[in-house]
């Protein structure tokens, strides 16, 4: 399994930017398909985006396109969510997860490993 850190959450003015950022350590990186989910209080988990282990296929949920890309660099085992005009409704806990089977992810199958998550705040 690799281990997974967030790192990049904060507070943020609607209307501005974050960019998050999760670290893989202890297996292939380039080996499993990578994703954010968010977390709002009350609220399900959802998959915000995904990339695959190439990095040549991305998913977006309907709400963050356009505002958010999802990028990676299996060089230093990272994987980016730029996330500009942000709005109170992305208020929530984001989690990096991995997978080595992309389809399945945007299926809703289970994730082989997930971070602890970082908090996004945004004020209005």
């Known amino acids: 399994q690799v281990q997974l850190a967030e790192s990049g959450g904060g507070l943020v003015q609607a209307g501005g930017s974050l960019n998050l950022s999760c670290s893989a350590s202890g297996d292939t990186f380039r080996s499993y398909a990578m994703a954010w989910f968010r977390q709002a209080p009350g609220k399900e988990r959802e998959l915000v985006a995904a990339?695959?282990?190439?990095?040549?296929?991305?998913y977006y949920t309907d709400s963050v396109k356009g505002r958010f890309t999802i990028s990676r660099d299996n060089a230093k085992n990272t994987v980016d969510l730029q996330m500009h005009s942000l709005r109170p409704e992305d208020m929530a806990v984001y989690y990096c997860g991995a997978d080595h089977n992309y389809y399945g992810i945007l299926r809703g199958f289970g994730m082989s490993s997930w971070g602890k998550g970082t908090l996004v705040t945004v004020s209005s």
């Open positions: 990339i695959t282990w190439g990095g040549d296929t991305t």
